[in-house]
């Protein structure tokens, strides 16, 4: 997932407002409260109503929404680091047009049905994409395999509903949302023929590594969404998310190593070199790929 320019082509999974170091409610709120002190009750609770629904709003009409799931599901420790930036023309008008035909929200409130969703292709889900180049590129590169493309980050969410539209792609879906709350309310188990995770936020401080998307618990539950046999495809630049991912990873007892000597992959040839991965091998980063079966 991975909306953290942190790592090359980075981008992170999840609700568009941002969250704060606990990964609950926005800071807005409290900004809000201590602008309205002094104010009659009933006034300052309208105030801050009206603060909650224009956060909630959507930025574009039709497209996708800020906060898909709402209170319907609660809050956790995240992942992700959600961001805003500014949206090209271009992309406004991919997400205006496309969104209703390609894009999704994440609001925990339904099971998809995948078969549907992509005219019976197998389907791999990819956590955080950027900007969508890479996607683009590997949807293109295998039409026959369906593609849902999770991330937070509007432009790159409206980049890569214009790459689609654009190439004549019709193998790519765009969730907007918590990957988490899709995994676990919005898909059935071994519905899943690939998971990709690429160049996730690396948390470096001690303090978040909780945050970190690769742990025991997402594993448990990547293991029921992913068909038998299906891989969990990892890669970062950061060597000591690198070293975790592979630990928890050989320790899980329902996913096995593919690499032969039990350690890091090489980048397969599916996997494109994205300008941000070239940008940061550049500085003497060193990419770091993991794919691991699923018993």
């Not at 038998?228 to 007892?253: F, I, K, N, S």
């Amino acid at each position: 997932m991975n909306p953290s320019p942190t790592t090359p082509g980075g981008a992170a999974p999840g609700a568009e407002p941002p969250a704060d170091a606990t990964g609950t409610e926005p800071t807005a709120t409290a900004t809000g409260a201590s602008a309205t002190a002094g104010i009659p009750d009933e006034l300052r609770a309208a105030a801050l109503d009206r603060q909650r629904r224009l956060r909630q709003a959507p930025r574009f009409p039709g497209g996708p929404a800020a906060d898909p799931a709402g209170s319907h599901h609660e809050r956790r420790i995240r992942s992700f680091q959600p961001r805003r930036s500014r949206v090209s023309p271009g992309q406004q008008d991919a997400l205006e047009r496309l969104w209703p035909k390609w894009g999704l929200d994440i609001d925990g409130l339904r099971v998809l049905d995948l078969p549907e969703l992509f005219d019976g292709l197998p389907v791999v889900l990819e956590i955080g994409f950027g900007m969508g180049e890479a996607t683009a590129q590997m949807a293109a590169d295998d039409p026959g395999t369906g593609i849902l493309a999770v991330d937070v980050h509007t432009p790159g969410q409206g980049n890569l509903l214009r790459l689609a539209d654009r190439n004549g792609m019709s193998n790519i879906r765009v969730a907007n949302g918590d990957a988490i709350i899709l995994l676990r309310e919005m898909l059935t188990p071994d519905s899943l023929d690939g998971l990709r995770v690429y160049f996730p936020d690396p948390w470096p401080k001690s303090r978040h590594h909780k945050r970190r998307l690769i742990q025991p618990e997402f594993l448990d539950l990547v293991a029921q969404r992913l068909k038998p046999g299906a891989v969990l495809h990892c890669a970062t630049d950061w060597e000591p998310y690198a070293e975790q991912m592979l630990e928890v990873l050989t320790a899980h007892p329902r996913f096995e190593n593919t690499a032969a000597d039990g350690g890091y992959a090489p980048r397969p040839g599916f996997r494109p070199l994205t300008r941000f991965e070239g940008q940061g091998l550049d500085k003497g980063h060193v990419v770091h790929d993991l794919l691991f079966a699923r018993h």
